[in-house]
T-cell receptor, first 116, second 110 residues
Framework: NAGVTQTPKFQVLKTGQSMTLQCAQD?????MYWYRQDPGMGLRLIYY???????DKGEVPNGYNVSRLNKREFSLRLESAAPSQTSVYFC???????????????FGPGTRLTVL | SQQGEEDPQALSIQEGENATMNCSYK?????LQWYRQNSGRGLVHLIL?????REKHSGRLRVTLDTSKKSSSLLITASRAADTASYFC??????????FGPGTSLSVIP
């Protein structure tokens, strides 16, 4: 099991460029998440997907779009990158245990993005 | 404003001492989780406590949850230098949304 994988690991963009961050999990988890972490700060939720075919906004969705391509993959797109989007981006997934019962999240290694 | 807030923001202790971190939150939750992050690396899950539980133990970790006060605490006993890291609480709010607090930076001095 590879767990949660993210590509790329590093990326440098110029202001106004677009790119897609890829995330995949091989644990058959229902839920997937995208967070950003700025230096010295906690994680802020950008978007999440409770199941294949559904996506919901988190705390800081502006400037981002997501696609839950299938159960395994959840991508994050920056349509027109801005310096304020310089951050480390983490993807996570977790299984659903039934009802309102969930377990812990499993995190990918992160993508370090710099926007010049 | 964030759902979860940790206190203190930074904590420095000697090896062997106990470390206590607190987390307060604003809305009702399903679960509360604690994670550790070493120096900008990935997050490691430590412990999950459900809203109907009051206390949970895992090795040197003890977590309490008081839903009436909307607060939780993480106690690390007999700390080691390897415990140096940032610690985050994450609240699990309906439906399937997980919100992190800003974290406590723990330094354990050998």
């Amino acid at each position: 099991n590879a767990g949660v994988t993210q590509t790329p690991k590093f990326q440098v963009l110029k202001t106004g460029q677009s790119m897609t961050l890829q995330c995949a999990q091989d644990m058959n988890h229902n839920s997937m998440y995208w967070y950003r972490q700025d230096p010295g700060m906690g994680l802020r939720l950008i978007y999440y997907s409770a199941s294949e075919g559904t996506t919901d906004k988190g705390e800081v969705p502006n400037g981002y779009n997501v696609s839950r391509l299938n159960k395994r993959e959840f991508s994050l797109r920056l349509e027109s990158a801005a310096p304020s989007q310089t951050s480390v981006y983490f993807c996570a997934s977790r299984p659903w245990r039934g009802g309102s019962s969930y377990n812990e999240q499993f995190f990918g290694p992160g993508t370090r993005l710099t926007v010049l | 404003s964030q759902q979860g807030e940790e206190d203190p923001q930074a904590l420095s202790i000697q090896e062997g001492e106990n470390a206590t971190m607190n987390c307060s939150y604003k809305t009702s939750i399903n679960n509360l989780q604690w994670y550790r992050q070493n120096s900008g690396r990935g997050l490691v899950h430590l412990i999950l406590i459900r809203s109907n539980e009051r206390e949970k133990h895992s090795g040197r970790l003890r977590v309490t949850l008081d839903t009436s006060k909307k607060s939780s605490s993480l106690l690390i006993t007999a700390s080691r230098a390897a415990d140096t890291a940032s610690y985050f609480c994450a609240t699990d709010v309906p439906y399937d949304k997980v919100i992190f607090g800003p974290g406590t930076s723990l330094s354990v001095i050998p």
